[in-house]
């Protein structure tokens, strides 16, 4: 396969997991949180495909156009690791949706950025909250979720947040 071939799937296998994902939170209340804005493609697609919730993007180096730029109060501008732990407040809530594309081409990057961001974020899901992510996550309380089946395997992933992994969290 083609690099070119390789991108294109990468990113029909992106749409895919984001639409099904906007299906799946339909009755789950909560804002959206996008972990990577780089150039604003899928931050635009979400505001697009779930209208009528509030987004905040979280990104250490903002450079998207700023038609594709979300607005002040929106956007948390600094490494996850810091922004991250108690963003709930600044959301107003859990998240419905939590989408996380945040790798690199460096793997052994990702393997690393996301052995911690799995636990970090699941406390910011509402119980029955989706993450659907880049990067395979491993956390208390992540199901995996099968993915569309334009999706290809290993490609992007599905969780949803289990009642069990709230109640851990609350004790
Ligand atoms: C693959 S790009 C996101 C692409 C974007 N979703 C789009 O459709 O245009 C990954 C983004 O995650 C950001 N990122 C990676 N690790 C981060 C970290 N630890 N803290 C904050 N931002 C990070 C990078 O700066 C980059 O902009």
């Avoid at 793997?107 to 799995?118: I, S």
Wanted: hydrophobic share 45%; charged share 20%.
């Amino acid at each position: 396969m083609s690099r070119l071939d390789s991108f294109i799937r990468r990113l029909l296998a992106q749409r895919a997991c984001l639409d099904r994902a906007a299906v799946l939170v339909g009755g789950v209340p909560g804002p959206v949180v996008e972990l990577g804005l780089g150039n604003g493609r899928t931050y635009d697609h979400l505001r697009q495909i779930l209208p009528e919730r509030r987004i905040y993007v979280f990104e250490r180096a903002p450079a998207a156009h700023p038609l594709c730029t979300p607005a002040a109060g929106y956007l948390v501008v600094g490494d996850f690791a810091e922004t991250l732990p108690g963003a709930v407040t600044r959301l107003g809530g859990p998240a419905a949706l939590i989408h996380a594309d945040v790798g690199s081409g460096d793997e052994t990057a990702n393997a690393r950025l996301a052995a911690w961001l799995g636990p970090l974020i699941v406390p910011m899901l509402a119980e029955g909250g989706i993450i659907t992510s880049d990067q395979r996550l491993t956390a208390e309380g992540l199901a995996p979720q099968p993915v569309p089946a334009e999706a290809d395997k290993g490609r992007y992933y599905l969780y949803r947040r289990t009642a069990m992994a709230r109640r851990a969290a609350a004790s």
